[in-house]
């Protein structure tokens, strides 16, 4: 029988253990899963770090360390991981990204705002232009990131992506490198970051690449908070060249109250929301993987620690 740690919050491994007990044993899995047993006798350890790194220096024979969550960046930098690490790439989570990022940029893209917010009478009749007009920029094509330039592009969106390396998305016109970059931010009308958090992305978007931007371009950042000079782009929101930017990450989390985010007039703030893990369907792919590397395979979703992602 195979042994399965568990190290998360106990509010996680609560929430999660009867779905990954259905998964295993939907997938023929015979194993036990606790959060004690000895760290040299686990076979695979299901991560979802609380407050700090947990010491993986222990767990000698585990065979993979597969994560809940799509962010890694906090937990390849963990010194004691030495196993194969996957991170968590899910349908529920991509479906949650792929809602959160089309629900905003048709927000958006149809200014759905000033009639939300609209407190005296205003007939100004001003109809939005077509999506097939609109242009929408993602950064970072990865599982994510490809997902979204899909279905905006489904949505009739003139759509770019760029990324690291050269990709190839139907419907959508990809660009890889510095020049690429630059060529993508300006047309971008509305712009989707969703990029990894790396040294090689830490502000992706600072005043330099700002100001490469339509001026009153609208962002987006489901991403990384790190992928954003926040005062680069609090002074472009100020000097109106960007005319807003919804926000779901963010360097620190919680934001902290006193951050000047919570209270600009351009800035929408949502809770780190844009997409959950949902254990229903996370747990198949935490057993899928299992089955996978028994069986002589190698993981879906491995991180490549050199990279970052």
């Given at each position: 029988m195979l042994k399965v740690q568990c190290l998360a919050p106990r509010r996680l491994v609560a929430e999660w253990t009867p779905h990954l007990e259905a998964a295993f044993d939907e997938a023929g899995i015979t194993a036990s899963l606790g959060t004690d047993f000895a760290p040299e006798t686990v076979d695979?350890?299901?991560?979802?770090?609380?407050k700090g790194a947990a010491d993986l220096s222990d767990y000698t024979r585990t065979k993979a360390v597969l994560g809940l969550w799509a962010g890694v960046e906090s937990i390849i930098a963990n010194d004691t991981l030495t196993q194969p690490y996957a991170r968590m790439?899910?349908?529920?989570?991509?479906e949650g990204m792929v809602e959160w990022v089309t629900g905003h940029v048709l927000r958006h893209h149809l200014g759905l705002d000033q009639h939300i917010s609209r407190t005296a009478p205003d007939w100004t009749h001003a109809a939005p232009p077509l999506a097939r007009s609109r242009k929408v920029a993602v950064l970072g094509l990865g599982e994510l990131g490809a997902a979204c330039a899909r279905a905006l592009s489904a949505l009739n969106f003139v759509v770019t992506g760029w990324s690291r390396s050269p990709k190839s998305i139907p419907g959508v016109a990809c660009f890889h490198g510095a020049a690429g970059l630059d060529e993508v931010l300006t047309s971008a009308e509305i712009l989707v970051l969703l990029l990894p958090s790396t040294p090689d992305t830490e502000n992706t978007l600072n005043a330099r690449t700002?100001?490469?931007?339509?001026?009153?371009?609208?962002?987006?950042?489901?991403?990384?908070?790190?992928?954003?000079?926040?005062?680069?782009?609090l002074a472009a929101l100020d000097a109106g060249r960007i005319g807003h930017a919804t926000l779901d990450t963010f360097r620190i989390e919680p934001l902290p109250e006193d951050h000047p985010y919570w209270s600009h007039p351009r800035v929408t703030v949502t809770p780190h929301i844009a997409s959950e893990t949902r254990p229903e369907t996370a747990s198949r792919v935490v057993a899928r993987n299992i089955r996978r590397v028994e069986a002589g395979e190698p993981l879906l979703n491995e991180v490549d620690k050199r990279r970052g992602y």
């Amino acid at each position: 029988m195979l042994k399965v740690q568990c190290l998360a919050p106990r509010r996680l491994v609560a929430e999660w253990t009867p779905h990954l007990e259905a998964a295993f044993d939907e997938a023929g899995i015979t194993a036990s899963l606790g959060t004690d047993f000895a760290p040299e006798t686990v076979d695979y350890v299901i991560y979802a770090p609380g407050k700090g790194a947990a010491d993986l220096s222990d767990y000698t024979r585990t065979k993979a360390v597969l994560g809940l969550w799509a962010g890694v960046e906090s937990i390849i930098a963990n010194d004691t991981l030495t196993q194969p690490y996957a991170r968590m790439v899910d349908t529920g989570l991509t479906e949650g990204m792929v809602e959160w990022v089309t629900g905003h940029v048709l927000r958006h893209h149809l200014g759905l705002d000033q009639h939300i917010s609209r407190t005296a009478p205003d007939w100004t009749h001003a109809a939005p232009p077509l999506a097939r007009s609109r242009k929408v920029a993602v950064l970072g094509l990865g599982e994510l990131g490809a997902a979204c330039a899909r279905a905006l592009s489904a949505l009739n969106f003139v759509v770019t992506g760029w990324s690291r390396s050269p990709k190839s998305i139907p419907g959508v016109a990809c660009f890889h490198g510095a020049a690429g970059l630059d060529e993508v931010l300006t047309s971008a009308e509305i712009l989707v970051l969703l990029l990894p958090s790396t040294p090689d992305t830490e502000n992706t978007l600072n005043a330099r690449t700002l100001a490469l931007i339509p001026e009153g371009a609208v962002i987006l950042n489901p991403g990384r908070g790190a992928l954003i000079d926040d005062d680069a782009l609090l002074a472009a929101l100020d000097a109106g060249r960007i005319g807003h930017a919804t926000l779901d990450t963010f360097r620190i989390e919680p934001l902290p109250e006193d951050h000047p985010y919570w209270s600009h007039p351009r800035v929408t703030v949502t809770p780190h929301i844009a997409s959950e893990t949902r254990p229903e369907t996370a747990s198949r792919v935490v057993a899928r993987n299992i089955r996978r590397v028994e069986a002589g395979e190698p993981l879906l979703n491995e991180v490549d620690k050199r990279r970052g992602y």
